[in-house]
């Protein structure tokens, strides 16, 4: 099971910026995917931003262009950079992770891709951001 710390969560006005990142350990495999969600009290997880060991990287349509995420492979500690922030980016932010993932069947060049399904989750950091 992997274990993950996040770090960085704060306040901050409408506009500014902030930095996260997670602190990982007791990984089984080379391969992996970390990620990071959110979540506002009585809403749904909702995913972020992912990024695999094969360097494929994914955001959500709601945070594209503003927040980049980043891996330290060696270290496998995930960052997540925060930029131009809203009052609707207000939430508390996990990290997650998968050991280990799955491929997907080849495609017509008989390449598979790596299906990240996060399953080990850290405690949460809150991110408030003010108008």
């Known amino acids: 099971q992997v274990h993950l710390v996040e770090t960085g969560g704060g306040s901050v006005q409408a506009g500014g910026s902030l930095r996260l990142s997670c602190a990982s350990s007791g990984w089984s495999y080379s391969s992996y995917c970390m990620g990071w969600f959110r979540q506002e009290p009585g809403k749904e997880r909702e995913f972020i931003a992912g990024i695999d060991s094969d360097g494929t990287i994914k955001y959500a349509d709601s945070v594209k262009g503003r927040f980049t995420i980043s891996t330290d492979n060696a270290a496998k500690t995930a960052s997540l950079e925060m930029n131009n922030l809203k009052p609707e980016d207000t939430a508390m932010y996990y990290c997650?992770?998968?050991?280990?993932?799955?491929?997907?069947?080849?495609?017509?060049?008989?390449?598979?891709?790596?299906?990240?399904?996060?399953?080990?989750w850290g405690q949460g950091t809150q991110v408030t951001v003010s108008s």
């Open positions: 997650a992770s998968d050991d280990g993932p799955q491929r997907g069947p080849p495609d017509y060049r008989g390449l598979r891709y790596i299906i990240c399904e996060y399953d080990d």
